[in-house]
């Protein structure tokens, strides 16, 4: 039983790693710098914003350094946005590789998914890393923290993920609603705020939205005593498993109904 086990798991990194192959191959061709879009794309994209915040002197009133507060919501917006973004639509382009009997529903968005916490991740921290030997950042206060409130947002963009991927099999309105509600998400992720700065009366609506508390965690551990931040970890917990089961329960309604090409 337990070689049978090490068997399947084998068969399954193998199943995952050649479906992230095929990914980055298609998304990325074999051409200039190749996957290494994986990481650079998003990196454009959040060094874009820090710049234009630094150029415009923007402020977020407060004392916190704009490059940092930047750097840390944007990499955030990326982290949980791209995920679903990507699972979107995702499994009828790969319907002929239903004929394979190892191949699932759920493989073709773990697959994704991962593929975006990878670029991501790698973004953050080389930008990270980038700033504060440039001295426009310094380094975090509480590691730990970051990377745990880190893991947090990416938990629960993977549960968001496969929920949106296995709904949009289901009915073309999810890509259609998803869209512009991730815009409509956006300024209220807590990316371009701190909870600490709204009313009262504010504070306890946003604290509703799971996803707030990751950045209020992230940057609790960038910026350490300089910021009073608000989360509770088992509120949002506990919406990321609850996320995770129905996205699950619906994946496998999905997997039954698909039907290879």
Same mark, same amino acid.
């Given at each position: ?12 990194? &193998? =199943?995952?790693?050649? %479906?992230?192959? *095929? ?5 990325? @061709?074999?051409?200039?710098?190749? /996957? ?67 191949? &699932? =529903?759920?493989?073709? %968005?773990?697959? *994704? ?5 990878? @670029?991501?991740?790698?973004?953050? /921290? ?68 701190? =909870? ?66």
């Amino acid at each position: 039983m337990h070689d049978s086990f090490l068997r399947s798991c084998r068969i399954q990194m &193998r =199943v995952i790693g050649a %479906l992230l192959m *095929r990914e980055i191959i298609t998304r990325y @061709g074999r051409h200039n710098i190749g /996957f290494l879009w994986l990481f650079i794309e998003p990196m454009i994209f959040t060094l874009g914003i820090t710049v234009l915040w630094n150029m415009s002197k923007a402020t977020h009133g407060s004392h916190l350094p704009i490059t940092a507060f930047a750097v840390t919501g944007y990499s955030s917006v990326l982290l949980w946005r791209n995920m679903p973004a990507r699972c979107v639509g995702a499994i009828a382009p790969n319907l002929s590789l239903m004929y394979h009997r190892n191949v &699932r =529903v759920m493989d073709i %968005l773990v697959s *994704r998914i991962l593929l975006e916490v990878a @670029g991501t991740t790698m973004s953050f /921290f080389t930008l990270s890393l980038i700033f504060i030997s440039v001295g426009s950042m310094r380094p975090p206060e509480d590691m730990f923290k970051v990377i745990f409130g880190w893991f947090m947002i990416a938990w629960f963009g993977a549960a968001l993920g496969v929920f949106i991927g296995a709904m949009s099999e289901r009915s073309e309105l999810v890509e259609k609603i998803w869209h512009p509600l991730a815009y409509l998400m956006f300024p209220l992720s807590g990316s371009v705020f701190m =909870v600490e700065w709204l009313p009262q009366s504010v504070q306890k609506i946003v604290l509703w939205i799971p996803i707030v508390h990751g950045v209020e965690l992230l940057r609790e551990g960038y910026f350490g005593y300089a910021v009073k931040a608000h989360y509770s970890l088992s509120y949002m917990a506990m919406c990321c498993l609850i996320l995770t089961l129905v996205g699950i329960s619906q994946e496998r309604v999905v997997s039954r109904q698909v039907t290879p090409e």
